[in-house]
């Protein structure tokens, strides 16, 4: 163990947890206003009762999302001190941005949405949800900016030994942007919607409040189904987008070594990276061909050769990311995403024929999808990230390079274990305290005597 | 005027926004087991500032990546530097943000003392930790030649930098106690008002101490400027004592609210235009010219920081005038 490694499993410990909350978040707040929506203009109590019960939902997780969320911004200074001074000049930039233009937003209005039902006039009140929503989306917006500078730096030059910002609107218009962000907030939508699903299906079963249920179960079918073909699509063409860009990462992805036209697409593999060969593999020809060009001719290229390409270009050194989790993180988001397709499709055709309700399995198959999603996204980013090794940022620094010097082994050990320790324990409570509102439903909770009663059920402080 | 020197007056901006709004948090937060003697009250006090902190607390996140934006290599020596003291502050802003909205999602008596304590844990590590954070930046720290902090930890805490966390945990205190007196009512009211007179009591003595010793630690004393706001700063918690005495709360909490801005003020002035202070060798220090992104970046987030401020400033006024009135017991819903 040395610093670099403990550095880099803190930043993948917070990272991964902190991104558990963000999906959540940015489709349930759109889920959540989209209720609100619905019941100022019929309204129609059910809505107002959705709009609590899920915002109350929503609020345990955003808390979760926005503490976690602190870490990592001052995270780049703590362990990543050199990378900070290397990019400063360009990665900072879309961070202050975030914090003025989205955290602010999204702070300010949540506590105006969740202290100002009874002070405000409805149509103010139900702007305030509107602009959490869109603070939360607009901050994604911007980390994305960031990250994509990282995945395929534009609109820089490196001058006095860092690399400088020489155009903005390079920077935030970068085409890595374009599929990377789609994908991103659309993979929160669809994580929302097969929560809300997950867990209308679960009531449903029970036959409890079924009005309420069913209603909430629409609006996410509809939301669920639309996010979810659009993922999928969009993560299609940035794979496309990536073998031109970042070829490496998805020659890993693929686990493919030798370059090869037409290129074989292998389903599953057994990797030997020592070797650099695949020891056992079931692959279909022609497809990885079809995939990445959509001709079943084409040269892709392998391992080997983009590594003899890099070497040349960059000097001696492994450019060679770790190939077997990478292989396996992609499969696995992509056998995720064709899951959610499925039985988003197939709750659209048996609520459209009246007949979800009466299949208690599929039910049940939708409430254990809640955690699917979930998994997309972690591996989705793990294959993102990790494939970018040994890049920090892509072709200007490795993460070897990137780590602070003037902190030790055991601060970072100590702050690893800390957050560690602290997060473990944070998560215990959420859930504890996620299932308890799940299972009691939207009217068990505590009601006011001598105020509207539901507007105290979503309020912080009953 | 440069753009650098801009961007230094920006930051001690959102440093100044930052103390003087989530100041006020912290010390309802450090108050929060003396003021609260039952669950309502303590509800009570936490709603004073349930819509707001959230708000407020983005004031250090923007600081941080305004800094981040503008001074790159402020922002990596600083934090890699003062390592293990931004690690108490993060955890103690988690469980502090996570109490807020946990604490009252449960019944049981247990569960919600124990999120109060973090909620007074957090706020009272913040509170302290910044003192000591802000006092070293001006006291200086063993900074290299290639701007690596190369101290430990232990390295920030002298008797200097301790009385300066003291200070800064006393005046937010004060600052809580102050704006309690003005969101509550009643008994509550009358108890943060008698608390505010004997934290004050405290404060000044404390005041008294961090000037003697920024006199014999730091330079503060050779910027005639630095010198006048400083001690303008601790004429102004006099003042908020005496008002208080008078019993006019509002003056009152104005004033302190002074005392915050003018020692911010006071410790960049002094800084000025070092950002952080090499204790190894001055000409080692970080400077707004040697920490600076380019004139590009600066350019760019100068025209973005004049258009937003505004308009967070705007609404974020406006927040405070929706929830304006006194929070009352009544008002709280079983």
């Given at each position: 163990?040395?610093?670099?490694l403990?550095?880099?499993?803190?930043f993948?410990?917070?990272?991964?947890?902190?991104?558990?909350?963000?999906?959540?978040?940015?489709?349930?707040?759109?889920?959540?206003?989209?209720?609100?929506?619905?019941?100022?203009?019929?309204?129609?109590?059910?809505?107002?009762k959705?709009?609590?019960?899920?915002?109350?939902?929503?609020?345990?997780?955003?808390?979760?999302?926005?503490?976690t969320?602190?870490?990592?911004?001052?995270?780049?200074?703590?362990?990543?001190s050199?990378?900070s001074?290397?990019?400063?000049?360009?990665?900072?930039?879309?961070?202050?941005?975030?914090?003025?233009?989205?955290?602010?937003?999204?702070?300010?209005?949540?506590?105006?949405?969740?202290?100002?039902w009874?002070?405000l006039?409805?149509?103010?009140?139900?702007?305030?949800i509107?602009?959490v929503?869109?603070?939360?989306?607009?901050s994604?917006?911007?980390?994305?900016?960031?990250?994509?500078?990282?995945?395929?730096?534009?609109?820089?030059?490196?001058?006095?030994?860092?690399?400088?910002?020489?155009?903005?609107?390079?920077?935030?218009?970068?085409?890595?942007?374009?599929?990377?962000?789609?994908?991103?907030?659309?993979?929160?939508?669809?994580?929302?919607?097969?929560?809300?699903?997950?867990?209308?299906?679960?009531?449903?079963?029970?036959?409890?409040?079924?009005?309420?249920?069913?209603?909430?179960?629409?609006?996410?079918?509809?939301?669920?189904?639309?996010?979810?073909?659009?993922?999928?699509?969009?993560?299609?063409?940035?794979g496309?987008?990536?073998?031109?860009?970042?070829?490496?990462?998805?020659?890993?992805?693929?686990?493919?070594?030798?370059?090869?036209?037409?290129?074989?697409?292998?389903?599953?593999?057994?990797?030997?990276?020592?070797?650099?060969?695949?020891?056992?593999?079931?692959?279909?020809p022609?497809?990885?061909?079809?995939?990445?060009?959509?001709?079943?001719?084409?040269?892709?290229?392998?391992?080997?050769?983009?590594?003899?390409?890099a070497?040349?270009?960059?000097?001696?050194?492994?450019?060679?990311?770790?190939?077997?989790?990478?292989?396996?993180?992609?499969?696995?988001?992509?056998?995720?995403?064709?899951?959610?397709?499925?039985?988003?499709?197939?709750?659209?055709?048996?609520?459209?024929?009246?007949?979800?309700?009466?299949?208690?399995?599929?039910?049940?198959?939708?409430?254990?999808?809640?955690?699917?999603p979930?998994?997309?996204?972690?591996?989705?980013w793990?294959?993102?990230?990790?494939?970018?090794?040994?890049?920090?940022?892509?072709?200007?620094?490795?993460?070897e390079?990137?780590?602070s010097?003037?902190?030790?082994?055991?601060?970072?050990?100590?702050?690893?274990?800390?957050?560690?320790?602290?997060?473990?324990?944070?998560?215990?409570?959420?859930?504890?305290?996620?299932?308890?509102?799940?299972?009691?439903?939207?009217?068990?909770?505590?009601?006011?005597?001598?105020?509207?009663?539901?507007?105290?059920?979503?309020?912080?402080?009953? | 005027?440069?753009?650098?020197?801009?961007?230094?007056?920006?930051?001690?901006?959102?440093f100044?926004?930052?103390?003087?709004?989530?100041?006020?948090?912290?010390?309802?937060?450090?108050l929060?087991?003396?003021?609260g003697?039952?669950?309502t009250?303590?509800?009570?006090?936490?709603?004073?500032?349930?819509?707001?902190?959230?708000?407020?607390?983005?004031w250090?996140?923007?600081?941080?990546?305004?800094?981040?934006a503008?001074?790159?290599?402020?922002?990596?020596?600083?934090?890699?530097?003062?390592y293990?003291?931004?690690?108490l502050?993060?955890?103690?802003?988690?469980v502090?943000?996570?109490?807020?909205?946990?604490?009252?999602?449960?019944?049981?008596?247990?569960?919600?003392?124990?999120?109060?304590?973090?909620?007074?844990?957090?706020?009272?590590?913040?509170?302290?930790?910044?003192?000591?954070?802000?006092?070293n930046?001006?006291?200086?720290?063993?900074?290299?030649?290639?701007m690596?902090?190369?101290?430990?930890?232990?390295?920030?805490?002298s008797?200097?930098?301790?009385?300066?966390?003291?200070?800064?945990?006393?005046v937010?205190?004060?600052?809580?106690?102050?704006?309690?007196?003005?969101?509550?009512?009643?008994?509550?009211m009358?108890?943060?008002?008698?608390?505010?007179?004997?934290?004050?009591?405290?404060a000044?003595?404390?005041?008294?101490?961090?000037?003697?010793?920024?006199?014999?630690?730091?330079?503060?004393?050779?910027?005639?400027?630095?010198?006048?706001?400083?001690?303008?700063?601790?004429?102004?918690?006099?003042?908020?004592?005496?008002?208080?005495?008078?019993?006019?709360?509002g003056?009152?909490?104005?004033?302190?609210?002074?005392?915050?801005?003018?020692?911010?003020?006071?410790m960049?002035?002094?800084?000025?235009?070092?950002?952080?202070?090499?204790?190894?060798?001055?000409?080692?220090?970080?400077?707004?010219?040697?920490?600076?992104?380019?004139?590009?970046?600066?350019?760019?987030?100068?025209?973005?920081a004049?258009?937003?401020?505004?308009?967070?400033?705007?609404?974020?006024?406006?927040?405070?005038?929706?929830?304006?009135?006194?929070?009352?017991?009544?008002?709280?819903?079983?």
């Open positions: 163990m040395d610093e670099l403990l550095a880099r499993w803190q993948g410990i917070t990272t991964v947890y902190h991104f558990l909350f963000v999906p959540l978040t940015l489709g349930l707040s759109l889920l959540v206003a989209i209720m609100q929506t619905m019941y100022v203009r019929t309204g129609n109590e059910t809505y107002k959705m709009t609590k019960f899920w915002g109350k939902l929503f609020l345990i997780n955003f808390a979760m999302g926005v503490v969320g602190i870490v990592q911004e001052f995270h780049f200074g703590m362990n990543w050199e990378y001074r290397f990019v400063g000049d360009i990665f900072g930039a879309p961070l202050a941005i975030e914090a003025l233009l989205a955290f602010f937003l999204e702070s300010t209005f949540l506590g105006i949405w969740i202290f100002g009874d002070k006039h409805k149509k103010i009140h139900l702007l305030s509107w602009m929503a869109i603070g939360s989306n607009l994604a917006l911007w980390i994305l900016i960031a990250n994509s500078f990282m995945q395929a730096p534009v609109g820089y030059a490196i001058r006095n030994g860092r690399a400088e910002m020489t155009d903005f609107f390079a920077l935030i218009t970068n085409p890595h942007v374009f599929y990377q962000f789609p994908h991103t907030v659309l993979a929160g939508y669809a994580t929302a919607a097969f929560f809300v699903m997950g867990i209308s299906a679960y009531h449903l079963l029970r036959k409890n409040h079924q009005d309420f249920f069913r209603r909430s179960f629409n609006i996410a079918l509809v939301f669920g189904f639309v996010s979810v073909i659009l993922v999928t699509t969009v993560g299609h063409i940035q496309q987008y990536l073998v031109k860009t970042q070829p490496m990462k998805m020659a890993a992805a693929e686990a493919h070594w030798e370059t090869a036209d037409p290129a074989a697409f292998s389903v599953v593999a057994v990797v030997d990276e020592k070797n650099q060969t695949n020891t056992f593999e079931i692959s279909v022609k497809m990885l061909s079809f995939m990445s060009y959509n001709s079943f001719n084409g040269e892709v290229k392998g391992l080997k050769d983009l590594q003899a390409e070497e040349a270009r960059y000097g001696p050194g492994n450019y060679i990311p770790p190939v077997t989790s990478i292989f396996w993180s992609f499969r696995i988001m992509v056998a995720a995403g064709a899951w959610m397709v499925l039985i988003t499709l197939v709750s659209l055709y048996l609520w459209r024929t009246g007949k979800l309700e009466a299949k208690p399995l599929v039910l049940k198959a939708l409430l254990w999808s809640i955690p699917i979930y998994i997309a996204n972690t591996t989705g793990y294959m993102t990230e990790v494939g970018r090794q040994p890049w920090i940022v892509y072709g200007l620094q490795k993460v390079h990137a780590v010097p003037s902190v030790s082994m055991g601060e970072i050990l100590t702050t690893l274990i800390g957050f560690t320790v602290v997060y473990g324990i944070l998560a215990v409570a959420d859930i504890y305290l996620m299932v308890k509102y799940i299972k009691q439903g939207p009217e068990e909770t505590p009601v006011s005597s001598h105020l509207e009663p539901s507007a105290k059920e979503v309020s912080l402080w009953t | 005027m440069d753009l650098n020197i801009l961007w230094f007056i920006l930051v001690t901006v959102l100044i926004g930052f103390f003087f709004l989530e100041g006020f948090d912290y010390g309802v937060g450090v929060l087991p003396f003021l003697r039952n669950d009250e303590r509800r009570v006090v936490i709603n004073t500032i349930g819509p707001v902190w959230d708000g407020n607390e983005v250090l996140l923007t600081a941080g990546g305004a800094s981040f503008a001074f790159p290599n402020w922002y990596a020596t600083l934090f890699s530097g003062f293990l003291a931004l690690f502050i993060l955890l103690g802003l988690i502090r943000g996570v109490a807020f909205e946990f604490r009252s999602s449960d019944r049981s008596p247990a569960w919600r003392n124990t999120w109060d304590w973090m909620i007074f844990t957090g706020s009272f590590l913040s509170a302290l930790l910044w003192g000591v954070a802000v006092t930046l001006l006291q200086g720290v063993p900074i290299d030649a290639k690596q902090y190369v101290g430990s930890f232990f390295d920030l805490l008797p200097y930098t301790l009385v300066g966390g003291l200070t800064t945990l006393l937010f205190t004060l600052h809580g106690a102050l704006f309690l007196t003005l969101r509550t009512e009643g008994e509550i009358e108890r943060a008002g008698a608390i505010a007179g004997k934290i004050a009591m405290l000044i003595p404390v005041v008294l101490l961090l000037a003697m010793l920024t006199y014999t630690q730091t330079d503060l004393f050779s910027k005639a400027g630095a010198v006048v706001v400083f001690l303008g700063s601790a004429v102004f918690l006099v003042l908020a004592l005496l008002l208080l005495r008078a019993g006019r709360n003056w009152a909490f104005i004033a302190n609210s002074l005392t915050i801005v003018l020692f911010t003020v006071s960049f002035w002094a800084l000025f235009p070092r950002l952080m202070v090499s204790s190894l060798n001055p000409e080692w220090s970080i400077t707004i010219y040697n920490a600076s992104s380019s004139p590009y970046t600066l350019k760019i987030m100068t025209v973005v004049l258009t937003m401020v505004p308009i967070v400033l705007l609404y974020q006024a406006w927040t405070y005038w929706v929830f304006r009135h006194r929070v009352t017991a009544k008002e709280l819903h079983y």
